[in-house]
């Protein structure tokens, strides 16, 4: 049974930075794909960023390139988000998710797509 825990949520002012860690155990984390998705309050959970099982290839939604970096350690079991100048419609609860079936040298973007998830972490941006 995988398990991810995210951490390093928080309330931080507008232009501020925030790193979302997600630890997984329990599975075969160095050959999955990972992939973070945000949630607001009545919504649907929407994809926000994914990586490769070797970080060789990630993915973005627009309105986080070139503010987010996701990366990975495969030796720490860990998945990161770094968000940089966030934004007040950036708050929403943070879920990392996994692929652990299907090609592990693509990315994904698709919530259907993830076989595992965290229970999230909420993230508030206040302006």
């Known amino acids: 049974q995988v398990q991810l825990v995210e951490s390093g949520g928080g309330l931080v002012q507008a232009g501020g930075s925030l790193r979302l860690s997600c630890a997984a155990s329990?599975?075969?984390?160095?050959?999955?794909?990972m992939g973070w998705f945000r949630q607001y309050p009545g919504k649907e959970r929407e994809f926000v960023a994914a990586i490769n099982w070797s970080g060789s290839n990630t993915d973005y939604t627009d309105s986080v390139k070139g503010r987010f970096t996701i990366s990975r350690d495969n030796a720490k079991n860990t998945v990161y988000l770094q968000m940089n100048s966030l934004k007040p419609e950036d708050t929403a609860v943070y879920y990392c998710?996994?692929?652990?079936?299907?090609?592990?040298?693509?990315?994904?973007?698709?919530?259907?797509?993830?076989?595992?998830w965290g229970q999230g972490t909420q993230v508030t941006v206040s302006s």
């Open positions: 329990g599975g075969t984390f160095s050959t999955d794909a």
């Open positions: 998710a996994a692929v652990h079936r299907g090609s592990h040298y693509y990315t994904y973007s698709h919530t259907a797509e993830y076989d595992s």
